[in-house]
């Protein structure tokens, strides 16, 4: 199993450019997560999705949009990049939401120039 | 709003006992979590508890009080690799998971 994967691992963009983060998982999990983590800020939650097809606003869910098409994928778009959105994205899965035992992807470092 | 308190850093010496704390206020509450995370590295799940009590897994145990809001992630038998950051996190009614904005550890030889 690969667990929980993420691509890119590093990206540099302009401002104004676009982009979408993939995160697939192979543990059949029905809830994913994608979260951002700035220094000292801890992990914010961007979006989520409870199952195929669903989504829902996290935290912090302004400049992203995001889509669960598949179950073992979610894909992070930013449609016009900020240079606030200079973070490292992490994506999580997790069985389903009565577990907290969220499984974490190895992150993707983004640059907004 | 929700929101989630730990303390920033924590300091202990190799081989002793170090206990972080975190209290927390959310729309409902179904279960206190803890993770580390190395520099540079992703989250990793530790512990969780749904019900009041003390769960211990290894040299790791969690507290929780839920009628306090308030649990605690206990490390025992300090080791050097056991210096990283750590977060509570809770499930909310909604089913977002909150996150804390992490205790970094430091561990002295």
């Known amino acids: 199993n690969a667990g929980v994967t993420q691509t890119p691992k590093f990206r540099v963009l302009k401002t104004g450019q676009s982009m979408t983060l993939l995160c697939a998982q192979d543990?059949?999990?029905?809830?994913m997560y994608w979260y951002r983590q700035d220094p000292g800020m801890g992990l914010r939650l961007i979006h989520y999705?409870?199952?195929?097809?669903?989504?829902a606003k996290g935290e912090v869910p302004d400049g992203y949009n995001v889509s669960r098409l598949k179950k073992q994928n979610f894909l992070l778009g930013l449609e016009s990049a900020a240079p606030s959105q200079t973070s490292v994205y992490f994506c999580?899965?997790?069985?389903?939401?009565?577990?907290?035992?969220?499984?974490f992807g190895p992150g993707t470092r983004l640059t907004v120039l | 709003g929700q929101s989630l308190e730990q303390p920033s850093e924590v300091t202990a010496v190799e081989g002793a006992i170090v206990q972080i704390n975190c209290t927390y206020q959310?729309?409902?509450?179904?279960?206190l979590s803890w993770y580390q995370q190395h520099d540079g590295g992703a989250p990793t799940f530790l512990s969780y508890?749904?019900?009041?009590g003390l769960e211990e897994t290894g040299r790791f145990s969690s507290f929780l009080s839920r009628s306090d809001s308030y649990g605690y992630l206990l490390l025992q038998e300090l080791q050097m690799k056991d210096s990283a950051s750590y977060f509570c996190?809770?499930?909310?009614?909604?089913?977002?998971?909150?996150f804390g904005k992490g205790t970094r550890l430091h561990i002295l030889p």
């Open positions: 508890n749904g019900l009041d």
């Open positions: 996190a809770v499930r909310d009614r909604d089913d977002k998971i909150i």
């Open positions: 543990m059949n999990h029905e809830y």
């Open positions: 999580a899965s997790s069985r389903t939401g009565r577990y907290n035992t969220q499984y």
């Open positions: 959310t729309s409902g509450f179904y279960g």
């Open positions: 999705s409870v199952g195929e097809g669903t989504t």
